[in-house]
């Protein structure tokens, strides 16, 4: 009975963590919201921090031991998770790319919804006197972030490699999004083409550039928040906030400009504004969407904690 009931308790496990995988790489198709934010919000960020960081020296000595190699690595955990967000990936990469064709508003206030909830969530739950400053300085930085201009990076094998190195970095953490990362490197398009297109040399470059930078950014990452938790998780509530400028689902579009081309216009415009522009049926459905994100990532985090 106790054997079955393990079973069971383990199978359930597994499911819950491919879903939350699957739920992190369809927010990684969409610049502005990161993967890491779902991992947090949904209750695993420290589990996964934990066992990617738990990669290093002693993994060596553990090769001619699988089982414990497994154990010590929690393979079932992030293979399940890998597994979900490849499928994630698969199975929204058209309809992201189509729904930032014909209907973005609709899909940047769904996000908005997400993001809104998850800085709420995470923001109430830091001490007010490190989320007041650290909070501050995280602001500060993601404003800064987000005025940084794009460049082309791609073209070359090692210019992806590198680019990977980089956008896992921005992955892992809560706010910064992996995909507006490769936006930035002017990669974002190509990895769209390439994820519909099946390019699996593209695809394995870029994966590789992930990995490495994965290893060795989670080994930090782990540090800081075993020393400085509430600092740390204070200053990325305020970087995350930022993201909600980008998500701003009601827009003016100017021009072919970078800004444009992240799906974020130069200017922002209040609901009223942007009805009057003969967009009433986007005002209502983007209302509606951003409804829905929010109580979706609040049900995700309050499942979480059962």
Request: hydrophobic share 60%.
């Amino acid at each position: 009975m106790d054997a079955n009931s393990d079973a069971s308790t383990r199978q359930s496990s597994t499911r819950e963590v491919l879903v939350r995988g699957v739920l992190m790489g369809l927010a990684e198709l969409v610049p502005g919201v990161s993967g890491g934010t779902i991992a947090f919000i949904s209750g695993i960020y420290y589990r996964l921090i934990a066992a990617l960081a738990a990669f290093g020296p002693k993994s060596l000595g553990l090769l001619l031991q699988p089982r414990e190699f497994w154990r010590h690595h929690q393979l079932d955990f992030l293979l399940a998770l890998a597994l979900g967000m490849l499928l994630g990936i698969l199975m929204f990469a058209r309809l992201i790319g189509f729904m930032m064709e014909a209907a973005a508003p609709v899909l940047w206030a769904f996000f908005f919804g997400v993001i809104a909830v998850s800085v709420a969530q995470i923001g109430s739950a830091r001490p007010r006197r490190p989320l007041v400053i650290y909070g501050t300085l995280g602001l500060v930085a993601g404003l800064l972030f987000l005025s940084l201009p794009g460049v082309d990076f791609s073209g070359s094998m090692i210019a992806l490699f590198a680019a990977g190195m980089v956008a896992v970095s921005a992955w892992i953490l809560p706010g910064i999004s992996g995909s507006f990362v490769l936006l930035l490197l002017g990669l974002y398009d190509d990895v769209i083409v390439a994820v519909n297109a099946l390019d699996w040399a593209f695809l394995l470059v870029l994966a590789g550039g992930c990995g490495c930078g994965l290893l060795l950014f989670t080994r930090a990452l782990g540090w800081l928040l075993a020393r400085f938790q509430d600092a740390l998780l204070a200053f990325l509530t305020g970087f995350m906030a930022t993201a909600l400028i980008k998500l701003w689902p009601w827009q003016a579009a100017q021009s072919q400009t970078t800004a444009e081309a992240y799906g974020v216009f130069a200017v922002l415009q209040w609901p009223s504004q942007y009805a009057a522009n003969g967009n009433e049926a986007f005002l209502a459905l983007s209302i509606v969407a951003g409804l829905l994100g929010g109580a979706g990532i609040w049900l995700l985090s309050k499942l979480s904690t059962q």
